[in-house]
Nanobody
């Protein structure tokens, strides 16, 4: 089982980034998937989640209207995306993708599989 996140980087405030996560090794097309983030000295927090088909999404209040989650269920690999627009310095964190068998939820404990994280840094 592998969840490989990528796409992080350094961007100026107001800019955009697109994160990707490639999930393989299980039938992740049946799983809800989500993005979480953790800033230095802070607890991990929920960002966004999507159901297995892409027809249902959740967003934290802090990113609603700026971030868009999507997924592409391929035969052997599921690709999860997070389009991040109008980035703010407070969006700076390590972003993690996750997969779980429950419906999309903000609860990190409901996600079984986690990627290694990708760093997003937004400069002011």
């Amino acid at each position: 089982v592998q969840l490989q996140a990528s796409g992080g980087g350094l961007v100026q405030a107001g800019g955009s980034l697109r994160l990707s996560c490639a999930a393989s090794g299980r039938t992740f097309s049946n799983y809800a998937m989500g993005w979480f983030r953790q800033a230095p000295g802070k607890e991990r927090e929920f960002v966004s989640a999507i159901n297995w088909s892409g027809g249902s999404t959740l967003y934290s209040d802090s990113v609603k209207g700026r971030f868009t989650i999507s997924r592409d269920n391929r035969e052997n690999t599921v690709y999860l995306y997070l389009q991040m627009n109008s980035l703010k310095p407070e969006d700076t964190a390590v972003y993690y993708c996750a997969a779980g068998s429950y419906p999309p939820t903000e609860a990190a404990r409901r996600y079984t599989y986690w990627g290694q994280g990708t760093q997003v840094t937004v400069s002011s």
